[in-house]
């Protein structure tokens, strides 16, 4: 059972989140047209577009999901983590030069708009933006449900509010993501990030060796897991009790379907100097495979703490991480880790309300063939009405975090992978190609996910797949099939349908 936390860790909190407040003031004051929104004036260094991309890729997904979904599946859990080897090159060496490019030439503020530069195709950037705006709901949904588990944590409203703790608490959340969204934009997000990115790989590796501590070592906690009867020797195999197909489908998932976030790759077109994305796959890839120790050490031992009777067994798998932060970790760090997550969560939130309002504001009325006057005013008003839709999304889900957060990441996969990896690396892929694909991805995924959940309606069968096989997964590989396939019928080797100017990005 989580109460309420030491006061050392609320004041390191209050303190900590005072100095987030003020940097989005800061922020704020920083922030004078659309263009500060939403790219933060296409202004930021090396060390910032890293650690901002960290945070958009893990936040409340990683430090509160990641352990709770091992808890709940064993080391198999991990297929997720895997990717992070290799994705930050992945990105680097396909798409992230040419996006960044792209914004040299044209005014280009959002994967949408990429698509529409490359295609010429409002059908394919209209979907495009729809996909990022679906997704939103998910990925924003997981971080302010993330958010909801660490006031509980923090403040102890379980015992206060019972059953309806968790909504109070997002409630809370919500209402200081907005505060800070709203008036701070891109700007205060990425500000943020170099504040608690920094302190994040730091805790992560301090809470790693306390994680490992706290069980007696790596081979300590492997036994008392091995021998446990809750957990046993399955928990420590690869695959443990998930089938073969689910491990595949979430490598597949966080490895490929990586080329199609838009939080991602929205952060390309924030660096100042597009000479500098050689350091990127260094700089990323060490922060985000240092932040994951605290996935792994959470994630093994709090299971070796329940096997040994240190601690009762869990009834939310989310709480893990809240659980050994409280009762394992020394009151400051564990309220610096708190704060932390709070402030990579609000940073990540930001991100996501406002490349979803982009969506809104700016892309879809360019689909319609339509420009919305005063960009920064009804941004911030669409900032508004995205959140709370994502909170009552991820309320109503009811799922675990890192369950919601997968559905989030395999839809921005399925529908924009393909579209922006293969698209702005062959010129021979054509708009037909490229809104099929978008189409397909969005639209099965959708569909299989709504079919594998929904009890609403019992004479609708689910999704006949092998045990095991994702529905994101599925969308994703049907995505890339539909792409080749039509390029294949309806595309021209010299992909002369290309602007000149696009082309010349294309060829770098």
């Not at 949904?141 to 909801?148: I, T, V």
């Not at 941004?379 to 997968?406: E, K, M, P, Q, W």
């Not at 690396?425 to 929904?454: D, M, Y």
Request: aromatic fraction near 12%.
């Amino acid at each position: 059972m989580i109460s309420l936390a030491d006061p050392t860790i609320i004041l390191t909190v209050v303190v900590y989140l005072t100095v987030v407040v003020a940097i989005g003031v800061w922020a704020a004051r920083r922030t004078h047209n659309a263009k500060d929104f939403f790219i933060a004036g296409q202004g930021i260094g090396l060390l910032v577009t890293s650690l901002a991309t960290m945070s958009a890729a893990f936040s409340g997904f990683l430090f509160i999901g990641g352990p709770g979904l091992t808890y709940r599946l064993g080391m198999a859990s991990f297929f997720i983590a895997f990717p992070v080897s290799f994705t930050a090159g992945l990105l680097c060496w396909t798409v992230a030069k040419r996006l960044r490019m792209l914004s040299e030439v044209r005014e280009v503020f959002t994967v949408p708009d990429a698509i529409l530069c490359r295609f010429r195709s409002r059908w394919a950037s209209g979907l495009a933006a729809a996909a990022v705006v679906i997704g939103t709901l998910g990925y924003l949904g997981a971080q302010l449900q993330a958010m909801g588990v660490i006031i509980e944590s923090i403040f102890g409203t379980r015992e206060l509010f019972g059953e309806h703790s968790l909504a109070f608490a997002m409630a809370a959340g919500l209402l200081l993501v907005l505060a800070y969204a709203v008036a701070g934009g891109m700007v205060a997000g990425v500000y943020t990030d170099v504040f608690q990115g920094i302190l994040m790989v730091g805790a992560a590796v301090t809470v790693f060796y306390y994680a490992l501590e706290s069980g007696g070592g790596l081979a300590s906690i492997a036994e008392q897991i091995a021998n446990s009867e809750t957990f046993g020797t399955a928990f420590l195999d690869p695959l443990g009790n998930l089938p073969v197909m689910t491990a595949i489908g979430f490598f597949f998932i966080f490895a490929v379907g990586n080329l199609g976030q838009p939080q991602t790759l929205h952060k390309f077109y924030m660096l100042d100097d597009p000479r500098k994305l050689k350091w990127l796959p260094l700089t990323l890839g060490l922060s985000q495979t240092l932040v994951v120790l605290i996935w792994l050490g959470i994630g093994l031992a709090v299971p070796a703490l329940v096997a040994s009777g240190s601690l009762d067994a869990l009834t939310r798998p989310d709480d893990a991480a809240p659980t050994f932060l409280l009762n394992f970790a020394p009151p400051v760090l564990a309220g610096l880790v708190f704060a932390g997550i709070l402030a990579a969560i609000m940073s990540t939130a930001d991100s996501f309300v406002n490349i979803a309002s982009a969506a809104l504001v700016r892309d879809l009325p360019k689909a319609f063939g339509k420009r919305i006057e005063g960009e920064l005013f009804w941004g911030r008003i669409a900032v508004v009405g995205i959140a709370i839709a994502s909170a009552v999304f991820a309320y109503l889900y009811g799922d675990l975090i890192a369950l919601l957060g997968t559905f989030a990441f395999g839809t921005f996969a399925a529908a924009l992978a393909p579209a922006i990896a293969v698209g702005l690396n062959w010129r021979r892929v054509t708009p037909i190609a490229a809104t099929a694909s978008i189409a397909t991805g969005l639209g099965l995924n959708l569909a299989l996910e709504f079919l594998a959940k929904q009890t609403y309606f019992p004479a609708l069968p689910k999704p006949a797949f092998q045990p095991g096989v994702l529905p994101a997964a599925v969308s994703l590989a049907t995505s890339f099939t539909v792409l080749f396939v039509l390029t294949w019928l309806t595309g021209k080797p010299e992909g002369d349908d290309i602007d000149d100017d696009v082309a010349a990005v294309m060829e770098l």
